[in-house]
């Protein structure tokens, strides 16, 4: 069983198994948790989030770019698509991979082809689907301290990495008692 990144119907959709999708999410939520800023961001973080395997189930995560709400303009839709395509960027600069756990050998061919998927796909004029897209106030704000990421609150307590235990932190090492902290989304744009 796997799990599927759906291409927003240009072709090219990211099928992974169990232990790619995980992978693939990792490195995904080192570079989000690096980059969020604006309030749809944080939508897209919580996004991620509800793809973590260890609290949803094996074999039921995954996405499709047609589910986004991109934003209700074409200026809002591209700030928003160049905010994934710099997520994806980070990732592929192997960022903050010296955390984690295990060497990921595969994964940057996972991120270079959903990239080029990402890239080929124009955002729909629709609004999202929001049984997928969090809505605005479901953002995460939260960062969990002991992993310098976002938190998964409000939906679990912990972070991907808190619920998977795939991450060495500087707080594993001196013993130190995690704890979240909240971060504001900046209000430069609106909650899309």
């Known amino acids: 069983m796997g799990n599927v990144f ?25 570079a989000v948790s690096d980059l969020a800023r604006r309030p749809w961001d944080f939508r897209f973080a919580a996004l991620l989030a509800l793809q973590d395997q260890t609290v949803m189930g094996r074999g039921v995560v995954g996405f499709d770019l047609d589910d986004l709400d991109w934003g209700a303009t ?7 698509k160049d905010f ?27 991120l270079q ?27 995460l704000t939260a960062s ?20 998977g235990d795939t991450m060495r ?3 594993d090492q001196t013993g130190k008692e995690p704890t979240a902290t909240t971060r504001q989304p900046c209000d430069d744009s609106p909650a899309r």
């Open 6 to 30: 759906g291409s927003g119907g240009t072709g090219d959709d990211l099928y992974l198994s169990n232990g790619g999708t995980a992978v693939f999410l990792d490195v995904l939520w080192l």
């Open 74 to 80: 074409p200026a809002e839709q591209a700030r928003n």
């Open 84 to 110: 994934v395509l710099r997520v994806i960027d980070l990732a592929l600069e192997r960022h903050r991979w010296d955390e984690l756990n295990y060497e990921p050998p595969y994964v940057s061919g996972y």
């Open 113 to 139: 082809r959903y990239r080029a998927a990402v890239d080929a796909f124009t955002p729909p004029p629709h609004p999202a689907d929001e049984e997928v897209f969090p809505a605005p106030d479901e953002a």
């Open 144 to 163: 969990c301290v002991r992993h310098r990421v976002l938190d998964a609150l409000p939906y679990w307590e912990g972070c991907v990495f808190c619920t």
């Open 169 to 171: 932190s500087p707080a």
